[in-house]
């Protein structure tokens, strides 16, 4: 979380960053580019990264040293880099980078931008009014938040991010069933329950001091990138910092491109990438779309010889049962018509799932006729 509009005149570009504005042929993927943010992305080809994950300076207008009732001080952010002149200041500030992230994104690429209330909102009119689409503000409530140590407020226990489409129009990528998978195989909500970033995976220097004030958890870019993100794609982290986006863009078999001014962040978050082992094999990152699978009929499943035409088909509890015929349609008493058809009318509903609500029999006990389904479509996949 770097201030990459101050000083730009003793702003150092790195050998890396120096190729890249002179070849806009190709990305620096899986490096970081030691300068100016806005200047940094600006180099870079049009419409050529596939999401944006930013941590800027949050603006936290601190005044004086902040204590604990024991007089102890706090180590909070006073770094250079988050002092802005005024409102104003880090409005123009903000313009500047978010229009530069704008630029370099793919037209369906996504934005996604953490802050504070000190920031989040003025961030979020900004990105609106150049033209993006936000698509969730998510809350992320950490379950260890640092107290409120003047007692003069509630204690600040969560982060909002806003993730946004760079148009109205955009379709961003989001990987639905991964997220359901994720969660249980519940859908996932948008307040996300996180700790901050402590213990072991706390990035210290030779001394033992944090390396980075802000240094956000993996668990939360973890979360972000399999969310928004394919494997191979490209994310930019424009305030790189402690290289959290690196390191979880590594882990899921994409690739990274790293900003920031301080050579100090840099050094720590590349040695840090360099130690985590990316996956061997690209099929544990995948997650198979439902929407995408192959369409496979009922018919399908009868004429393989899966189902036979006589054959009953029951519901799990043995309620409901329909003889299956030879055109594919099932009949339960006076009722014919599709599984589906079926499944809803013999309930009294005005639809229904026919895969999942129909079972047949094997032996003694009742299996889903989407099992025969899914083994169909494993047989496509396999012969593609």
Known sequence: MTNSSKKKSQTSVSKTSKKAAASV????????????????????????????FADPPYNLQLNGDLTRPDNSLVDAVDDDWDKFQDFA??????????????RILKPNGSLWVIGSYHNIFRVGCILQNLGFWILNDVIWCKTNPMPNFRGKRFTNAHETLIWAGTSKTAKPCFNYDAMKNFNDEKQMRSDWLLPICSGNERLRDELGNKVHPTQKPLSLLYRI????????????????????TGAAAKMLGRHFIGI????????????????IQPPENIDILLTPSKREEPRIPFGTIIERGLIRPGQWLFDERHKHKAKVKADATIQ???????????????????????????????????????ILRQKIRSEIVHNM
């Open 89 to 102: 200041a880090y409005d123009e500030f903000t313009v500047e980078w978010l229009s530069a992230a704008k």
């Open 260 to 275: 920031d001014m301080d050579k100090t962040y840099a050094k720590h978050a590349e040695k840090r990438i360099k130690s």
């Open 332 to 370: 339960a008493c006076d009722i014919t018509g599709s599984i589906h058809k079926v499944g809803a009318m013999v309930q009294g509903l005005p639809a229904c799932n026919g895969w999942t609500f129909w079972c047949y029999e094997t032996g003694s006990q009742l299996v889903p006729i989407d």
């Open 25 to 52: 042929s190709s990305l620096p993927i899986d490096s970081i580019l030691i300068g100016n943010s806005i200047s940094l992305m600006n180099s870079l080809p049009p419409a050529s990264v596939d999401a944006v």
């Open 225 to 244: 990138i399999l969310s928004s993100t394919k494997p191979g794609d490209v994310i930019l982290d424009p305030f790189f910092g402690s290289g959290t």
